[in-house]
Every structure is written in C-alpha cells, then in structure tokens.
C-alpha cells in the first residue's frame, strides 16, 4: 500500500500551486452572467446583514397561518410582531447544497450553497466550502475599499464544543472570495469591537504618552513603511510564496484605506453605549486546553447582554458606514452552551437531541428567544433615520439556521426569513416555494445588491433565482 | 519492507525539496516574544487560531491572512512597542537609551536596530534596511518624543514580513544547479524553530556566524544541543497535543449521572498523564515509539489512580506507577486515548478506530459520500447490548464493510474502556469481547495486545517519521517528500526506532539541508 500515493490534494496546495486566478475560474463560470430584469439600477440594496442562528427550530411552533399575504405570525416569530411589515418568511427552501457532516455541512452551505469540501489530514469529517460565501461577494462589490472596513463578522459564545475554540467547518460560516476561500473567523471579543470601530467616536484610552503626533497620522506613517516593506519583499519571492505576502499586503492596504475612514459622528452615526460585559470571557472555548469546564455559567449568563451589545455595534457599524456588509453568528453549530436566563441549564444540543416533549419545548424557548433577539436587531435598525427611510429599509437581512428539525437534523424546509426593503425586498409575507433549493435564495439576495448572476453555488443545485420576493 | 509503503521508488535523484514561505504560528509568535523581549503573557493568544491544515496549524499552504489577523499584528505590534519602549524597559533595548539619553539619538537607535532588530529578524540588518528603519523614527521625532519615535520603528518591526515570516533566499551550493542550500541565518532559524519554536539562541546565531551551520556535522552538534534544551520539550508536547486526542480533555461532555465520576479535572489529568508518560519516556526513558505502545507503567497521581481503580498511589504529583499489562499497559490504554475520540455517552468505535488508523498509521479512510452517506446513521443506542452488535450490523453491509473491517475491529478491541475511559468488563449485562481481527494489524485479544501490534508495524513506525516531517517541516507530505521519509524511516528504524534519533533525522534530509533553485 501507498501512504504517500493516497494523499489528497490540499485545496490550498491545489489552488496556489497552479496560480489564483485560472482557478477561480470553475466557480466564476458557474455564476452565470445574465442580466436580470428586476435589479434596476438605483434600487440595489445597500447593506446585507446575515445572523446564524444554531439548531433549527420546532416546525409544529414555527410557521405561521393565515394567508400569503397576510401571515398571522406562529409563537416561535410572535416577537418579530413589530417589523412584520418588513419581513418576509420563506417557507418550502431545501438546503440541498448542504451535502456532507450533518452540523457542518449546513453551516457551510448557509452562505455558500456549497456541498462540503474534501477532507483533509485533520479534517476528518470533511473541508470547508468550495465557493465563497455570498457576504463576501456582496462586499468586493458595495463594501470594499469604499467603506473603512470590507465587512464584519461577529459572533456571541463561539466554538463551544468539539472546536474548543477554533476555527472549523463546523463553526465557519464565511468564506473569502479570492482564490483560497478561506474561512473567516469572527471578532469575538466584544470590548475589544467597541475599541475598533468606535474607539475614535469615543476617545477614552489615554494617546500614547509623547505622541503628538495625529495618531492617524503616526499609524498612517508606519503602515505606509510596513506595506513598503511587503511589497519590497513579495517581489524577490516565487509565485506561491508572493501570492502569500500579497494577501497580507491587501488586507494592510484595506485597513490603511479604512484609517481615513474612520466613523464621523453625525444624528445617524454615534457609538452606542458600551456594555458592561463584565464576567462574559469570550474566548471561553478558546481555553479548554486549561483546566476547567466548557460549563461557564459566568459567560453564558452575559449571552443576552453580550448579544445586544454586538447588535447596537453592528447597527452603528452599518449606519457609521464603518462597512456594508456584516454577519452575526449566535454560537455555532455545536451550541454546547447553557441558557440560564431562560432557566435551560443543560446546553442547547443535548435539547436538539431530547425529543421528548420537554426537549421539544427548551427548543421552543430557545427558538422564540432567537426571534426576540432577532426583533431587537430589526427594531434597532428600523429606528435609524437614513433620511427619509430607516437603515433597515435600504438593507437586507437575512436570518436562518443550519438545519430544520433539530432532533433529525434534516435541512428541508429551513426556517429563512429575509428582512428589510433593500432592492425592493417586499415584506409583511409568507411566500412558499415547496421544496426549491436554497441556492436560488442565495441568487436572489446576490440579485437585490445588483448582482445579475443566474446561479449561485453548487450548480447542480441552483435552478435561478425565486420568483416573487419582490 | 513488510507492506512495502513507500513502494519501489528511485530516490538516486531526489526532487528538489519543497520550502514554502512559512509565517510564524501563535506557538511561535508566543515563545519568539518570550525569547526575544521577555513578553511572557503570550500576546498571540489574541490572534484568530490557524486552520488546522496539515494537523499542528503550522501547514504553509494553508496560512491565510484574514482581515481580523493583520488587525491584530497591528494592535500587538502596537502594544509591545508601547511596553519595549517604557521607562522601565527602554534601557534593555540598548543601554544608550534610558533616560536620560546616552549621546546621539540616531546613533542609539542603529544600536537597538543592529541588536533587536537584528534577532527580531533573524539576521544581520542590511545598512539600507536600517536607514529606512532610521528615518521612519526622524520622521516621527519631528513631533513626538524619543520613546514613542522609537516605540513607533519597532512597531513597524514587528509586524514586518521579516519578522512575521520566515524569507528564505539560500545561496549556491558548489555543483548543483537545481537547489540552494539555506545561509548561515537560515538554518539557525531552521534549527531553531523546528526544536524550540523560537527565535536562534545566542550560541546558535555564534554558531552561524562562524560559518559552523554550512557543514552536516555543524548542524548536528547544535541539533543535539538544542534538542537537550529544556523548552525543546515544550515543542514535543505541543506536538502530541495535535497528534492525540488529549488538549481537549477537560472539555469533554458527559452525562452526569451516567457518570458520575467524571469532571473537567480528571479530563485534564488524562492530558496530564499523556503528557508526562511521553516526556518521560522520551527524554529520560528509553523514548522508542513502539516502547509507548507496549510500557506496562504509566504515569498518575492520587486522584487519577483511584479514578482508574488503581490502588497504591499517594500524593498529588505525578509518579511512575506500574500498570498489571492485563486491562491496561501502553500508551492506547490511557484515559485520555480512549475518552478523547468519543463525543457522546455511549462509547463509539468507529471514532476510537478511525483515530488510530489515520493518525497514527497514516491510512486515509475517506467519509461515505453520495447514496452510501445517505443511509449512514449512528446506531440507536438501544438497538443492542453491545457496541460490537450495535455497530457490526450497521458495517456489515457491503458499502460500508470495505473501509469499516478496518476500523471497527481496532475500536472493538477498546470497548472495555467505557466514553470516560474507565475499565468495564460488562455492557449492559453482557460481557465485552475485545479481541478482533484487522487487516491492518491481524489479531489481538484485547486492547494490550492491540498495543502490541500497533508497536510491531512497520507502518506505524513510518506514518509517525511522517507525522514529525509534517509537523517539523510545516507542510503537508506528498510524493515528493518519499525520497526523504523512505530515508528518515530507515534510520529511524535502524535506531530501534528512537524518538530523539528521529527528531534528529529531521536535519539529515535533503528537505531540511536545501531549498529549490526555482522558488515556489
């Protein structure tokens, strides 16, 4: 036998090796290039927001009756009450894409409409995703280089279980959308978030004793030496190597570009109120290499605190056009956490996995509590005045799981929602693809940003994009 | 070569090595702060974790850039500058700079570039480098003080390509067309990260300036030295934390009443017990990789061993305790090999075997995909009394059967140890029957006789020669590295297999002594 011989090939080995660009070309072909009638210039969407919300949801609680057109919201979506109006429940979507790991081929496929990728030495289940995820795409084109930051990610008690704290497939969500398609891995610490995006707003730390300098000049003065120094650098080296520094030397040239873009505070723009987060350690998983428990009680308690905050700064991230594009993780596919507020003490898998009645119901809490949450984020956008419309109005949001029914851990009819008026999103119904792929949703958000692709993702899955969401 | 791994391959001509760009990891950002400016509270704990790649987060290929790391560079760059270039800590840069300011200033700041830049680079600063590093601080002192113009040049410093990466240009090699061999510079660096994970000590960049890293012989003296350092062992143990399932321990789920014993403590003495076995017995003990398989002791404290029904142990502190060889000897019996794999209550082997035969026998059983994957389900844990009946009814289908024969079987052979990794004899009232049959390792009757197997093949000798080339070489293996594993393996082997030889194979390849004439 052959040990040697047996060895994939890596994705990265495979994409670096033979140059970046000739081989973003098989996904680039399978996006289509048709343009689209209904995304008119001049009412393209302007921000996108997408919240990954773990577990699933109680179908039986979950989708509301009446008519199309006039949806009576379920108890799971009763707290979304205040911004029916600009919602739109999407029933009969299939998450066929999601092909791989049960848990991390669905989170995969939420943005990406993408199977699984190969496995790799460690990897064992499976890789990450063979297309970017569509955050990613909206942001090169109405985010990068134009607002200070290309996009944001978030995320509230991450990588809670078998991750212990890293990034994984079965906790990454987003994915580059240069040739390597690399996982992103979301902000975490909610302090250290304030201090990046509004520590200019609010200038509480001390300036670096003698600097008299601006200090955006004197940060301006040392990344100028330092890209200089990249761009030196990468030229001496061979084409793998390069591409390696170059990247790097991107992302110092986006952050440079940013540092000119700094927030300015305004009537829509100012930084919200920084929370106390006091005993919220977020970077609870990151340390199950130390003793103690993945039980913190301490941190699972400040969820809910932790959770709005993260809210009022990706709000404020959005409306300080500090970027366009952000997304919100609640946990990730494991949700080996607790939720003491709601007096759940086991975590919220162990819950998924309990059918029994009881289970059932913490389901539903947990669910309903997600759609409060989810509320909150809307509201909060919805009180934003852009001039005449709200932040949401110009936005899309988009809010949905990495599975249907916890318990079976199925991926057909997935509780979506969309949200906002971005690109004409028409809301305040409940529309009903029976059985569609998720795929021709991903199309249809890519359509509202003014997109004009045909077909997103695995094309094996993608028929085109949904009639009737605007 | 029974199995004949590699096959028959002409490595007469081996291929010019393979020597990608490789940046510092948060293991060696934290321990090249720590060695290069006394910063212990291990800075790189706040960057994004690595992928896991080629599985120790060191894989080249897979060392992404994301927004949030460069952020990060930036803002540790920032804060180490600030903390160098306090009034308590400017003097140790160079001691013209502490307050007040011994003569010139820019002559003061050559000396901290000729000296800490110097190591922060891994090199000598070419005069053009450090005028440019120069007139960044004039640039700076226009308006700010001395300190801060100078917090400012080593804030630049440290999140430079120079110090973040690891460049490396190489020079001729006397007859050769197709490699370069690394500079002096470079294999100190090369030296010093693959033993320590950190930055060449003074003795190694002597050694280097002398031109002693330019002959085989050189290189060995300092590989024994550094090897025999005491934070080579650091190195060793970050690597079994990646190999093993054991850096997770104390987060292990369980149901409490079904085990009432277990808690988040004796998860982390499991790793404890791991750990402190394999440091033992590699750099005191006889330290030969199938010896770990095969060791009729182990290494417990008080707590532990009454965990595990041992009785005799005392004291808090780890100890050597000898083990009966019958329910456990070898490095497969302890807790935390057969409690780590398991991610539920009932025990499952298909994880435990899976462990084994791709980590430790370097055999790729791919996942069911397509119509084969959507008829996989985990079988229900009532459906039998034991795993064995559980799980061979699910494998035995012929889909299944041809990757799970050698899978199940190494699992079933661990199914004494319950999902927290104490001995049973009983599963649900029916007694256990560990012995089995792989076509990986032939038979054993239970799970010390599944360690002696593993200890015998010669395929898990070569897969652990390859795990350390991956690990030390920061890659994933392929074809081209054969030439180079066939030749470590068989030195590897004619050492009795000793973990200290192989460690120091590493330095005697091709791999590690040159780097392609055509850069990558």
Same mark, same amino acid.
């Given at each position: 036998?052959?040990?040697?011989?047996?060895?994939?090939?890596?994705?990265?080995?495979?994409?670096?090796?033979?140059?970046?660009?000739?081989?973003?070309?098989?996904?680039?072909?399978?996006?289509?290039?048709?343009?689209?009638?209904?995304?008119?210039?001049?009412?393209?969407?302007?921000? %996108?927001?997408?919240?990954?919300?773990?577990?699933?949801?109680?179908?039986?609680?979950?989708?509301?009756?009446?008519?199309?057109?006039?949806?009576?919201?379920?108890?799971?979506?009763?707290?979304?009450?205040?911004?029916?109006?600009?919602?739109?429940?999407?029933?009969?979507?299939?998450?066929?894409?999601?092909?791989?790991?049960?848990?991390?081929?669905?989170?995969?496929?939420?943005?990406?409409?993408?199977?699984?990728?190969?496995?790799?030495?460690?990897?064992? @289940?499976?890789?990450?995703?063979?297309?970017?995820?569509?955050?990613?795409?909206?942001?090169?084109?109405?985010?990068?280089?134009?607002?200070?930051?290309? +996009?944001?990610?978030?995320?509230?008690?991450?990588?809670?279980?078998?991750?212990?704290?890293?990034?994984?497939?079965?906790?990454?969500?987003?994915?580059?959308?240069?040739?390597?398609?690399?996982?992103?891995?979301?902000?975490?610490?909610?302090?250290?978030?304030?201090?990046?995006?509004?520590?200019?707003?609010? $200038?509480?730390?001390?300036?670096?004793?003698?600097?008299?300098?601006?200090?955006?000049?004197?940060?301006?003065?040392?990344?100028?030496?330092?890209?200089?120094?990249?761009?030196?650098?990468?030229?001496?080296?061979?084409?793998?190597?390069?591409?390696?520094?170059?990247?790097?030397?991107?992302?110092?040239?986006?952050?440079?570009? =940013?540092?000119?873009?700094?927030?300015?505070?305004?009537?829509?723009?100012?930084?919200?109120?920084?929370?106390?987060?006091?005993?919220?350690?977020?970077?609870?998983?990151?340390?199950?290499?130390?003793?103690?428990?993945?039980?913190?009680?301490?941190?699972?308690?400040?969820?809910?605190?932790?959770?709005?905050?993260?809210?009022?700064?990706?709000?404020?991230?959005?409306?300080?056009?500090?970027?366009?594009?952000? +997304?919100?993780?609640?946990?990730?596919? #494991?949700?080996?956490?607790?939720?003491?507020?709601?007096?759940?003490?086991?975590?919220?898998?162990?819950?998924?996995?309990?059918?029994?009645?009881?289970?059932?119901?913490?389901?539903?809490?947990?669910?309903?509590?997600?759609?409060?949450?989810?509320?909150?984020?809307?509201?909060?956008? @919805?009180?934003?005045?852009?001039?005449?419309?709200?932040?949401?109005?110009?936005?899309?949001?988009?809010?949905?799981? #990495?599975?249907?029914?916890?318990?079976?851990?199925?991926?057909?009819?997935?509780?979506?929602?969309?949200?906002?008026?971005?690109?004409?999103?028409?809301?305040?119904?409940?529309?009903?693809?029976?059985?569609?792929?998720?795929?021709?949703?991903?199309?249809?958000?890519?359509?509202?940003? /003014?997109?004009?692709?045909?077909?997103?993702?695995?094309?094996?899955?993608?028929?085109?994009?949904?009639?009737?969401?605007? | 070569?029974?199995?004949?791994?590699?096959?028959?391959?002409?490595?007469?001509?081996?291929?010019?090595?393979?020597?990608?760009?490789?940046?510092?990891?948060?293991?060696?950002?934290?321990?090249?702060?720590?060695?290069?400016?006394?910063?212990?509270?291990?800075?790189?704990?706040?960057?994004?974790?690595?992928?896991?790649?080629?599985?120790?987060?060191?894989?080249?290929?897979?060392?992404?850039?994301?927004?949030?790391?460069?952020?990060?560079?930036?803002?540790?760059?920032?804060?180490?500058?600030?903390?160098?270039?306090?009034?308590?800590?400017? /003097?140790?840069?160079?001691?013209?700079?502490?307050?007040?300011?011994?003569?010139?200033?820019?002559?003061?700041?050559?000396?901290?570039?000729?000296?800490?830049?110097?190591?922060?680079?891994?090199?000598?600063?070419?005069?053009?480098?450090?005028?440019?590093?120069?007139?960044?601080?004039?640039?700076?002192?226009?308006?700010?003080? %001395?300190?801060? +113009?100078?917090?400012?040049?080593?804030?630049?410093?440290?999140?430079?390509?120079?110090?973040?990466?690891?460049?490396?240009?190489?020079?001729?090699?006397?007859?050769?067309?197709?490699?370069?061999?690394?500079?002096?510079?470079?294999?100190?660096?090369?030296?010093?990260?693959?033993?320590?994970?950190?930055?060449?000590?003074?003795?190694?960049?002597?050694?280097?300036?002398?031109?002693?890293?330019?002959?085989?012989?050189?290189?060995?003296?300092?590989?024994?030295?550094?090897?025999?350092?005491?934070?080579?062992?650091?190195?060793?143990?970050?690597?079994?934390?990646?190999?093993?399932?054991?850096?997770?321990?104390?987060? &292990?789920?369980?149901?409490?009443?079904?085990?009432?014993?277990?808690?988040?403590?004796?998860?982390?003495?499991?790793?404890?017990?791991?750990?402190?076995?394999?440091?033992?017995?590699?750099?005191?003990?006889?330290?030969?990789? $199938? /010896?770990?398989?095969?060791?009729?002791?182990?290494? &417990? *404290?008080?707590?532990?061993?009454?965990?595990?029904?041992?009785?005799?142990?005392? =004291?808090?502190?780890?100890?050597?305790?000898?083990?009966?060889?019958?329910?456990?000897?070898?490095?497969?019996?302890?807790?935390?090999?057969?409690?780590?794999?398991?991610?539920?209550?009932?025990?499952?082997?298909?994880?435990?075997?899976?462990?084994?035969?791709?980590?430790?026998?370097?055999?790729?059983?791919?996942?069911?995909?397509?119509?084969?994957?959507?008829?996989?389900?985990?079988?229900? $844990?009532?459906?039998?009394?034991?795993?064995?009946?559980?799980?061979?009814?699910?494998?035995?289908?012929?889909?299944?059967?041809?990757?799970? +024969?050698?899978?199940?079987?190494?699992?079933?052979?661990?199914?004494?140890?319950?999902?927290?990794?104490?001995?049973?004899?009983?599963?649900?009232?029916?007694?256990?029957?560990?012995?089995?049959?792989?076509? &990986?390792?032939?038979?054993?009757?239970?799970?010390?006789?599944?360690?002696?197997?593993?200890?015998?093949?010669?395929?898990?000798?070569?897969?652990?020669?390859?795990?350390?080339?991956?690990?030390?070489?920061?890659?994933?293996?392929?074809?081209?590295?054969?030439?180079?594993?066939?030749?470590?393996?068989?030195?590897?082997?004619?050492?009795?297999?000793?973990?200290?030889?192989?460690?120091?194979?590493?330095?005697?390849?091709?791999?590690? *002594?040159?780097?392609?004439?055509?850069?990558?």
């Amino acid at each position: 036998m052959n040990v040697l011989g047996k060895n994939k090939l890596h994705r990265r080995t495979l994409l670096t090796g033979a140059g970046s660009i000739a081989l973003a070309l098989p996904w680039l072909e399978c996006m289509g290039e048709k343009k689209l009638a209904h995304a008119q210039a001049g009412t393209t969407a302007k921000r %996108f927001l997408s919240v990954f919300q773990p577990g699933g949801t109680i179908a039986a609680q979950y989708w509301p009756s009446g008519t199309p057109e006039a949806p009576i919201l379920s108890p799971i979506l009763k707290p979304l009450e205040s911004v029916k109006s600009k919602l739109l429940v999407l029933r009969g979507l299939d998450m066929k894409s999601a092909v791989g790991e049960q848990h991390q081929a669905g989170i995969i496929a939420f943005l990406t409409g993408s199977t699984q990728g190969p496995e790799t030495v460690v990897l064992t @289940d499976g890789g990450y995703s063979y297309y970017p995820s569509i955050d990613q795409i909206i942001a090169t084109k109405i985010s990068k280089n134009i607002k200070a930051k290309a +996009s944001l990610q978030m995320a509230v008690r991450w990588a809670t279980g078998s991750s212990h704290g890293l990034l994984h497939p079965i906790n990454a969500a987003n994915f580059e959308d240069s040739a390597n398609l690399a996982p992103i891995p979301p902000r975490l610490d909610p302090q250290q978030i304030f201090d990046d995006l509004f520590g200019t707003l609010t $200038p509480a730390v001390a300036p670096t004793p003698g600097a008299n300098t601006a200090p955006l000049e004197r940060k301006k003065s040392i990344l100028d030496f330092v890209i200089a120094r990249y761009a030196e650098l990468s030229a001496r080296l061979g084409p793998n190597d390069r591409a390696k520094l170059e990247q790097h030397l991107t992302k110092l040239r986006e952050i440079e570009l =940013g540092l000119s873009k700094g927030p300015v505070g305004s009537a829509t723009c100012r930084a919200p109120v920084r929370a106390n987060t006091t005993g919220y350690n977020p970077t609870t998983g990151l340390n199950s290499n130390e003793e103690g428990s993945i039980v913190d009680v301490s941190t699972d308690s400040m969820i809910p605190t932790v959770g709005k905050f993260m809210m009022d700064m990706m709000v404020m991230a959005l409306a300080c056009d500090i970027t366009a594009v952000g +997304s919100l993780q609640w946990s990730d596919t #494991e949700a080996k956490h607790t939720f003491p507020w709601l007096n759940l003490h086991d975590h919220q898998h162990a819950y998924e996995h309990d059918d029994s009645p009881g289970g059932m119901a913490a389901c539903t809490t947990i669910a309903t509590w997600y759609s409060e949450m989810h509320n909150y984020l809307l509201g909060a956008m @919805d009180q934003v005045d852009m001039g005449g419309h709200t932040l949401l109005d110009e936005s899309v949001v988009f809010f949905g799981s #990495e599975l249907s029914l916890p318990s079976t851990h199925m991926k057909d009819n997935m509780p979506f929602l969309l949200a906002g008026q971005g690109g004409g999103l028409r809301g305040g119904r409940l529309l009903n693809f029976n059985a569609t792929s998720h795929n021709n949703l991903l199309v249809s958000i890519l359509n509202l940003f /003014g997109d004009p692709r045909t077909s997103y993702g695995d094309p094996q899955f993608c028929t085109g994009a949904l009639n009737g969401i605007t | 070569m029974p199995g004949g791994i590699i096959g028959a391959q002409a490595c007469s001509a081996p291929l010019p090595p393979s020597a990608p760009l490789r940046r510092l990891t948060r293991f060696e950002y934290n321990n090249t702060l720590r060695d290069l400016a006394n910063i212990t509270d291990n800075p790189a704990n706040a960057f994004p974790s690595e992928e896991s790649g080629n599985g120790f987060g060191n894989d080249a290929a897979s060392q992404s850039v994301p927004n949030i790391l460069a952020e990060k560079y930036i803002s540790a760059a920032a804060s180490i500058a600030s903390t160098l270039t306090d009034p308590a800590n400017v /003097g140790k840069l160079a001691s013209c700079a502490s307050a007040p300011l011994v003569g010139d200033e820019v002559t003061c700041v050559r000396s901290v570039i000729d000296g800490f830049v110097a190591r922060a680079y891994r090199r000598t600063v070419q005069p053009a480098e450090a005028d440019g590093l120069t007139q960044l601080f004039q640039k700076l002192r226009v308006n700010e003080t %001395f300190s801060s +113009s100078l917090a400012a040049m080593l804030e630049a410093v440290l999140q430079g390509p120079d110090f973040l990466y690891k460049p490396e240009f190489g020079e001729p090699v006397p007859g050769r067309t197709d490699v370069l061999r690394p500079t002096g510079d470079e294999m100190a660096v090369r030296l010093s990260y693959l033993f320590l994970g950190s930055i060449p000590d003074d003795a190694l960049r002597q050694a280097a300036a002398r031109g002693e890293l330019q002959t085989p012989a050189g290189v060995q003296t300092q590989a024994q030295r550094l090897l025999a350092d005491p934070n080579a062992r650091q190195v060793t143990a970050f690597f079994f934390d990646n190999l093993l399932p054991i850096a997770a321990l104390s987060a &292990l789920e369980r149901d409490k009443t079904l085990f009432p014993a277990w808690n988040a403590k004796i998860g982390s003495l499991m790793r404890q017990e791991t750990q402190t076995f394999l440091d033992h017995e590699i750099f005191e003990g006889p330290g030969t990789w $199938p /010896g770990m398989f095969t060791a009729k002791y182990t290494y &417990l *404290n008080d707590e532990l061993a009454a965990y595990y029904g041992i009785p005799g142990v005392s =004291g808090s502190s780890f100890q050597q305790v000898a083990l009966d060889g019958l329910k456990r000897g070898g490095l497969l019996t302890q807790g935390g090999m057969v409690a780590g794999p398991i991610h539920s209550n009932p025990t499952n082997p298909v994880t435990r075997g899976a462990l084994i035969v791709k980590k430790l026998l370097c055999q790729n059983i791919p996942l069911p995909t397509g119509a084969v994957l959507s008829q996989v389900k985990v079988p229900e $844990p009532n459906s039998a009394p034991t795993a064995r009946e559980r799980f061979s009814a699910h494998s035995s289908q012929p889909a299944c059967a041809a990757c799970h +024969s050698n899978l199940d079987p190494v699992g079933f052979a661990l199914e004494n140890f319950d999902a927290v990794g104490q001995w049973r004899d009983q599963e649900n009232g029916v007694t256990i029957d560990p012995s089995g049959n792989s076509p &990986l390792f032939g038979s054993f009757s239970g799970p010390v006789e599944l360690g002696q197997r593993v200890a015998e093949s010669p395929e898990a000798m070569q897969c652990f020669a390859r795990r350390w080339m991956e690990f030390g070489y920061g890659r994933v293996t392929g074809e081209r590295d054969a030439c180079a594993l066939q030749s470590t393996w068989e030195k590897f082997k004619g050492a009795g297999y000793n973990v200290k030889t192989l460690l120091i194979q590493l330095t005697e390849t091709d791999t590690f *002594n040159y780097l392609p004439a055509v850069r990558e």
